[in-house]
DNA sequence: TTCGATCTTGACGGAATTTTGACTTTCTCC
DNA sequence: GGAGAAAGTCAAAATTCCGTCAAGATCGAA
């Protein structure tokens, strides 16, 4: 499943630019040109967060110490002030990496990676995702119904790892596309409705049993 | 067998002193005058790295980071710099310790020992991976089938070594790239593909069955 | 330097997967 | 009950990915 990352900045111009490069590295992404838009958009529970220091309003690192009683995972503040005093700054607000602009984007990506390594180390996410005698194992790709193992292709099981892994919540298709493929999904979304159904057809003929609720108009849930 | 030591520092004198010094402590030691030349040396495994902060190109809180990547070990801090900032910057590095230069040769002794001490409790990696009748000899770099020894190419060896010590658990050719080459993979990766050819194809001659399994579009799994 | 082994590259075919588009069914709201 | 939107189905096309081969490059030992 592709990493999530939230790009907060009031520069339109930059976050476009950012935006398009990370999505063509394979990484769902999603703009906040204020920092009440950013923390609107925490909810799509980012995997990592760029974050502009100079920004009207409530400021970057302001935000940053926000965003930290919330959730946790990476935060790289973007910046083009490099004096000490503002490392510290950053540092203090629970910042966990500095950029200074300008930046070239092959860096930008490679501390990404970095940091969503590092993070992966430390802050290991729940391995194993049960649900009603079904086994679904986030590490290495595995899904059993008791015995036996079930095979799903990579999308069919990337989107039952994140389906699965926030149930009983409803999630849109575009929402899912998001999370799955890592952008937006452009016009007719048939794809998830077909992924969807082969997954179905999977466990519905290993354990006869609905796992996937379809909510009219809504999206999908994960029932558990 | 000797513990091997590498040094890092663009100061030839330097490094001439200390590799003198720690081979006299019965120390193998390699030594690089430059970060890439470090990275290239990785592949030599050592058991702890002293690292000089102040070093032209990517400096050593950059390089300390691209290591933590690739291998666990003892990583210490050569450093004029003692302010409290650069302790925080090392310690997010990934750094263990600080020396500061001016240092006393005892000094740097005792460190190292203690250092190679405390690794050695925590964190020994297993000698000897055993999987189905197959014996993976990680020190002396053998694999046997029974009494039958098998041969491998160095990387034909890396990339077992990183699969079987890691089984079940599901690696893109990116992964595995990095973790063997110690780099990421520039354009195609056909190159792991022809290696796990030649791989199988071995094994399955002395063995008769499947120990790196595909999983299509993720990557590739060792069995256990 | 030469030779052999190893490593790397590029191309190709086939297999598995993903996507598409047309069509049917189901649901909601009037 | 009917119109229209949303979801489901199916088969076929398009794409991606893997395994394989052959040949060129590189490395290391003699």
Redesign the pocket.
């Known amino acids: 499943m592709a990493y999530r990352i939230l790009i907060v900045d009031d520069e339109p111009i930059l976050t476009e630019l950012l935006s398009t490069h990370l999505q063509d590295h394979g990484y769902a992404v999603s703009v906040a040109n204020s920092s009440d838009e950013a923390l609107a958009k925490l909810n799509t529970k980012p995997n990592l967060i760029l974050l502009d220091i100079n920004m009207p309003g409530m400021d970057g690192l302001e935000l940053c110490k926000v965003i930290r009683n919330h959730i946790v995972c990476p935060i790289l503040f973007l910046t083009a002030r490099i004096t000490e005093q503002d490392k510290v700054n950053g540092l203090r607000a629970g910042g966990d990496d500095y950029i200074t602009k300008p930046f070239g984007l092959q860096e930008l990506i490679a501390r990404i990676e970095a940091h969503l390594r590092r993070d992966e180390r430390h802050n290991r996410p729940p391995e194993v995702v049960t649900s009603q005698g079904l086994i679904i194992n986030l590490s290495n790709r595995k899904v059993f119904w008791n015995e036996q193992e079930l095979?799903?292709?990579?999308?069919?099981f990337?989107i039952i790892e994140f389906l699965s892994s926030n149930p009983n919540q409803v999630f849109?298709?575009e929402r899912i596309y998001e999370a799955v493929?890592g952008y937006d999904a452009?016009?007719?979304?048939?794809?998830i409705?077909?992924?969807?159904?082969?997954i179905?057809?999977k466990l519905m003929q290993a354990s006869g049993s609905e796992y996937i609720e379809?909510?009219?108009?809504?999206?999908?849930r994960w029932k558990k």
């Open positions: 095979s799903f292709s990579k999308r069919e990337d849109d298709k493929w452009e016009g007719d979304s048939n794809v409705k077909e992924h969807i159904r082969k179905r057809a379809t909510v009219w108009g809504m999206g999908y």
